[in-house]
């Protein structure tokens, strides 16, 4: 590589810092929203910004680095995972909970190189969490180790998912159908309103697994590197290999528990985009 990864990490690291300080600032205050795909898919100006802040803060600095962003892909811009040195963004995940100001929503950011991932962060400034991650030195929640909780009893499990962004009749019947049969089995189910928080959780040990059906690479990039670097697994929730481009994700505690959960969920394909 042409750059240091420490470097790079601390340089990205303070943008995101300042990014989210926006962030914070205007998580009680009222927005101005567009619905992109429906009533419940929403975009704010404070997405827009802090996505150009992060982008332009890279370029400027790396300016042979590809991105992948959730604002600029729905204004058209294709999605597409190369070999090279590749920022996948989520300016603001939890949206949604951006809009009624309730206080969980992050910006999530991991660096690919050779479609492996080797930074990730995943910051909540309204509440002050800030989970990181680097290709083989841990994860961390503040600066302080995380692990996974190591849960292997599905009944015991505690997890996470959401409805996410779409109410396409199939979609919404597997979704349903899922909670029942889960709820009827395992501990409980959360939903914080945010992927990557959602993940952060497992790798934090605070939730056993979580699922979903319909995300997208921004969602979950950063996620994927944080559960594994705290000892988690991440996969394709039929069992397979995890595909970031596939939307469609499992990560849990241990593979035992992960084996266990792809046996109990009934499985849906989003199309490329819905």
Request: net charge negative; proline share 4%.
């Amino acid at each position: 590589m042409a750059f240091n990864f420490d470097e790079c990490y601390e340089h990205v690291l303070d943008l995101v810092e300042t990014a989210g300080s926006l962030i914070a600032s205007r998580n009680s205050q009222r927005k101005r929203v567009v619905e992109k795909s429906s009533n419940i898919d929403l975009l704010t100006e404070t997405d827009q910004q802090v996505e150009r802040m992060l982008m332009e803060g890279i370029t400027a600095k790396y300016p042979d680095h590809k991105f992948i962003g959730e604002e600029e892909t729905s204004e058209g811009k294709k999605a597409e995972l190369t070999d090279a040195p590749t920022w996948i963004i989520d300016p603001v995940d939890g949206t949604m909970n951006f809009v009624h100001s309730f206080p969980h929503s992050c910006i999530s950011i991991a660096l690919l190189v050779e479609k492996v991932a080797e930074i990730a962060i995943i910051y909540n400034p309204i509440v002050g969490q800030k989970f990181t991650a680097r290709r083989g030195k841990g994860a961390f929640l503040n600066g302080n180790p995380i692990r996974v909780s190591g849960e292997t009893a599905f009944e015991r499990a505690l997890a996470t998912t959401e409805f996410g962004t779409s109410r396409e009749e199939e979609k919404t019947r597997v979704v349903l159908e899922n909670i029942g049969k889960l709820v009827r089995q395992i501990h409980g189910l959360r939903s914080l309103g945010s992927a990557a928080l959602n993940m952060a959780m497992v790798a934090l040990g605070g939730a056993d697994f979580n699922y979903e059906f319909g995300i997208h690479a921004w969602d979950i990039a950063a996620g994927d590197l944080l559960v594994r670097e705290a000892g988690g697994v991440c996969l394709d929730p039929a069992g397979g290999p995890l595909d970031l481009m596939s939307r469609r994700v499992l990560c849990a505690s241990s593979q035992v528990l992960a084996d266990k959960v792809v046996e109990a969920l009934t499985q849906y394909y989003p199309e490329p985009r819905d």
